[in-house]
């Protein structure tokens, strides 16, 4: 069965610095893809990023950019230019999209933002 | 974009009542929905996954009988919770996997109250 591991429960960051929040995986699988869910106060699930495991570039969306090692199976996310906006729950996920496969998500990375 | 319109938004109901949750796909046919249930600062627990015009598979430890899922038709599935118990309050969302490669679409939440 696959596995999500996040292990920074809280992480802070000052306002415009730079912040990584760290997530491991286990899996025997070869194609599927991770995510990164931010979930604000609302409690909405919102997508900040998704990354296909095939490709080897590692994915960006303005701020927010992915350190995926496949190999390692580590899939780390690091905002940029923090902003208040960002202050969330963060979750990292595992899942096969095609087929309609459930997503294994981890414990989440509560982020407060200072500033 | 997919859009998942989940209602009521927050529920209070009296112990012994059900409580019906809907989960609507808006512009797209849902084939699959997931149904997920989360406690303050915890992350998203999968309950079950619902496929259309077939019975729901639920994760072990989920009563059946007590969260009732029924997915109809490609655009509209439910999960009632019967006999609610104050241990059911919580917050409940759903997910389906979106068109092509846009990932899962979540709803935005139910939170459920029961005195």
């Known amino acids: 069965a696959q596995t999500v591991t996040q292990s920074q429960p809280e992480m802070s960051v000052q306002e415009a610095e730079t912040v990584t929040l760290s997530c491991t995986y286990d899996t025997s699988e070869s194609d599927y893809y991770l995510f990164w869910y931010k979930q604000p106060p609302s409690r909405q699930m919102i997508l900040v990023i998704r990354?296909?495991?095939?490709?080897?570039q590692n994915a960006t969306e303005n701020r927010f950019s992915v350190n995926f090692q496949k190999a390692a199976k580590s899939f780390s996310l690091k905002i940029s230019d923090s902003q208040l906006g960002d202050a969330a729950m963060y979750f990292c996920?595992?899942?096969?999209?095609?087929?309609?496969?459930?997503?294994?998500f981890g414990a989440g990375t509560i982020l407060r933002v200072k500033s | 974009g997919a859009v998942v319109s989940q209602h009521p938004s927050w529920v209070i109901c009296k112990s012994g009542t059900s409580v019906k949750i809907e989960c609507r796909s808006l512009d797209f046919q849902a084939t699959t929905m997931f149904w997920y249930r989360q406690f303050p600062k915890q992350s998203l627990m999968l309950m079950a996954t619902s496929n259309e015009g077939s019975k729901a598979t639920y994760e072990q430890g989920v009563e059946k009988d007590k969260f009732l899922i029924n997915h109809a038709s490609l655009t509209l599935s439910t999960l009632t919770v019967t006999s609610a118990h104050p241990e059911d309050s919580s917050f409940y969302i759903c997910s389906a996997p979106g068109r092509g490669d846009y990932g899962y679409t979540f709803g935005s939440g139910t939170r459920l109250t029961v005195v």
């Open positions: 996920a595992y899942g096969r999209v095609r087929g309609g496969n459930k997503l294994v």
């Open positions: 990354q296909e495991a095939y490709k080897q």
